[in-house]
């Protein structure tokens, strides 16, 4: 299973832009990678996953690089309820889960 | 459509005391999960059920923790005897197939916040 690495935490302002990166180096072929955001006291939510190149949907864009052994969520726009914990995670059909500690993002007005 | 469901949402008990969480998933989501999440930690994977078969309980503290999925539905997470390390969230999710590859994102219920004095 891949181990991934986040910072552990950032500050951004409203209506910025927050880029948050993940190391993976030992990604394998088929891993994908996923993101989750969780506010507190709720479980965590999917975001966004991605294999290669580029994925974006409504809350958010994934960059992952051709070597994949890093990957890029990118938050348009950030508000204040953008102020949660997000996760990366990589794995495979059947690979269980692994959370790390994650990137704690603050938001200010 | 609804979500997970888990209750009791808060259980403040004492060491030694037995205490169960209950959740039903999302219909037709055949994979659940139960997670522990201690405070200030990522959710850590206690145990996967595929239907009412176990796929995964390598993390379960099987001394003390028990789970089952009757009928492949609603499941119980049981601790007995609880100790003050147990203190966490137990979180709830359940994914359409088994998690990992694309479309099989997990989907968390609110957790049930266990106390232990």
């Known amino acids: 299973l891949a181990k991934t690495t986040q910072p552990i935490s950032m500050d951004s302002y409203e209506g910025q832009e927050v880029n948050i990166t993940c190391s993976h180096n030992?990604?394998?072929?088929?891993?994908?990678i996923t993101w989750y955001q969780q506010f507190p006291s709720q479980g965590p939510r999917f975001i966004i996953q991605g294999y290669k190149t580029k994925v974006t949907n409504e809350v958010a864009s994934l960059f992952i690089p051709a070597d994949r052994k890093s990957s890029t969520l990118s938050l348009p726009r950030v508000s204040l309820s953008d102020t949660a914990v997000y996760y990366c995670?990589?794995?495979?059909?059947?690979?269980?889960?692994?959370f790390g500690t994650g990137t704690r993002l603050q938001v200010f007005p | 459509e609804a979500g997970v469901a888990q209750s009791p949402r808060y259980k403040i008990i004492e060491k030694r005391q037995s205490v169960a969480f209950w959740c039903n998933p999302i219909s037709g989501h055949a994979t659940l999960y139960w997670y522990q999440q201690i405070l200030g930690q990522g959710p850590k994977l206690l145990i996967q059920f595929q239907n009412n078969g176990v796929v995964d309980d390598s993390q379960l503290p099987k001394d003390r923790f028990s789970a089952e999925r009757l009928k492949g539905v609603d499941s119980t997470l049981k601790i007995q005897p609880a100790k003050l390390e147990d203190s966490a969230v137990y979180l709830c999710a359940s994914s359409f197939t088994l998690a990992g590859g694309r479309g099989n994102e997990q989907f968390f219920g609110p957790g049930t916040r266990l106390t232990v004095l």
């Open positions: 030992n990604i394998a072929t088929n891993d994908y």
């Open positions: 995670l990589v794995g495979d059909r059947g690979d269980k889960l692994i």
